[in-house]
């Protein structure tokens, strides 16, 4: 099962850099969302993917008499779930507003700081 959400992990990691790569706002967005989920899928993935044994200490014991998934990666996770939706949210308003003031949302079509009549800086390296 671990193996399964590591390929899965993967996956989502190269589409969130692939869409980061681009030079549409949305795109970016989009990918910057798909990056927190695979954020939050890594640490999930770390706390042990266990359904049979609660991580309940019984009483005359020190530690879990068996394999036991961890709740602290799980209570991170939560933390970090309503954490990346504030700023896709934040990130979604910031790109509509742009939307509206410069009518595009292709990013080297927003060069409105860069003074008339001169030369372009380059836009790759």
Do not use: C, K, W
Not at 30 to 46: P, Y
Not at 47 to 60: F, M, N, Q, S, T
């Amino acid at each position: 099962m671990e193996a399964i959400l590591a390929v899965v992990v993967g996956i989502f990691f190269a589409v969130a850099i692939y869409l980061m790569l681009s030079r549409h706002i949305i795109r970016i967005l989009l990918g910057i969302t798909i990056f927190g989920n695979a954020v939050n899928l890594t640490i999930f993935t770390m706390g042990r993917v266990v359904r049979e044994v609660p991580p309940i200490i019984p009483v005359d014991l020190d530690v879990p008499a068996g394999v036991t998934a961890n709740p602290l990666p799980q209570a991170l996770i939560l933390t970090a779930i309503v954490i990346s939706f504030s700023f896709f949210a934040f990130l979604l308003v910031l790109a509509f507003r742009t939307y509206q003031e410069l009518g595009t949302d292709d990013t080297d079509g927003m060069r409105v700081a860069e003074p008339e009549g001169e030369e372009l800086p380059p836009l790759g390296y």
